[in-house]
């Protein structure tokens, strides 16, 4: 048996709108990219994480940061994984640090310590409480990152980054009140956001036009998550506020035992978000590696980032 084409179907493609591919930035060049990292909690996640490490830091990113646990659960781990990129790489660290269950004596004390480490840079968050609890400020505490980002600025001339929310915090009251609270940290003295995941980016540009109408000058730069697991980062996005698309269920429906495709979906994917954001002028990208260096390092050459010349 034969399978006859229907007899319009060439001219259907030829009357067509034709799309155009993206266009290319020779005059750009690459762009700048970071990196997240997570502390490790075993020997053997610690293997992976310098593995990681090993390799994304070929790419010679702009920073590196690394998370610091809901509540402060992690702050030693934190603090020995940045010390040792310090003292064992040419890596620049960037320790996250957070108001959450803390005084500001405590807080500051936390930072004078990396500063004497050589850590001249801060991720400044509110933080969540732990799993559980509602956010409450300290009595004695940073109330919110803004506060934090102040009293940083008072210990030590630390370079400050925050978070920047293009689908509004889970707990602002608006989205006015998110882009305000969003303007005062930069106020305060933060010289970089970096935004929590988003998947759909006219979100993310829509987002920029506003930060510019607000009077935002600084850097808002987009964090990336490439999606691998899709039933685990379905669950995240839901703890943190970020849609989850239609079409990216409908892309990994299906794959939960195929984990080969899985990736070559996620890389595709996350490969056409970012080169769609270069496009449109975007040349810094913070890449949330998740201790996994593949999909990242392929998502950065595809972007034009290359590692050093031997």
């Keep these: 048996m034969t399978h006859s084409p229907p007899r319009d179907t060439l001219e259907r493609w030829v009357a ?68 040792r990129l310090v003292q064992e790489t040419a890596l620049v660290p960037a320790a996250h640090l957070t108001c959450v269950g803390a005084t500001r004596a405590e807080v500051d004390e936390v930072a004078r310590r990396y500063w004497e480490a050589g850590v001249r840079h801060i991720v400044a968050l509110r933080g969540d409480p732990p799993a559980g609890q509602a956010y409450t400020p300290h009595p004695g505490g940073y109330a919110y990152a803004a506060d934090l980002v102040a009293g940083l600025k008072r210990v030590a001339d630390f370079e400050i980054t925050v978070a920047a929310y293009p689908e ?3 707990q602002a009251t608006s ?64 703890g943190c506020g970020t849609s989850v698309p239609d079409w990216m269920a409908d892309l990994f429906d299906g794959l939960e035992d195929d984990a080969e495709t899985r990736r070559m979906v996620a890389a595709a994917t996350a490969a056409e978000q970012v080169r769609f954001l ?7 990208f913070h890449f949330y590696t998740l201790n996994r260096p593949d999909l990242v390092y392929a998502i ?7 590692p050093a010349a031997a």
């Design 300 to 306: 950065a050459r595809i972007l034009g980032v290359k």
């Design 278 to 284: 270069q496009a449109n002028g975007v040349d810094e």
């Design 16 to 83: 067509g709108e034709r799309v155009m591919p993206l266009p290319g930035r020779p005059d750009a060049g690459a762009p700048a990219i970071s990196f997240e990292f997570f502390p490790p909690k075993t020997p053997a996640l610690e293997t992976q994480l310098w593995a990681c490490v090993e390799r994304l830091a070929t790419l010679r990113p702009r920073f590196v940061s690394v998370t610091y646990g809901a509540g402060g659960s992690t702050q030693e781990r934190t603090h020995a994984t940045v010390v």
């Design 175 to 238: 989205a006015a009140a998110d882009l305000d609270n969003l303007k005062r940290k930069f106020d305060a003295g933060a010289t970089r956001a970096i935004t929590q995941v988003f998947f759909e980016n006219t979100t993310f540009l829509r987002f920029l036009d506003k930060a510019v109408a607000a009077g935002i000058t600084a850097p808002i730069v987009p964090g990336i998550m490439p999606v691998s697991n899709f039933v685990q980062a379905a669950k995240f996005c839901t």
């Design 168 to 170: 509004v915090h889970p």
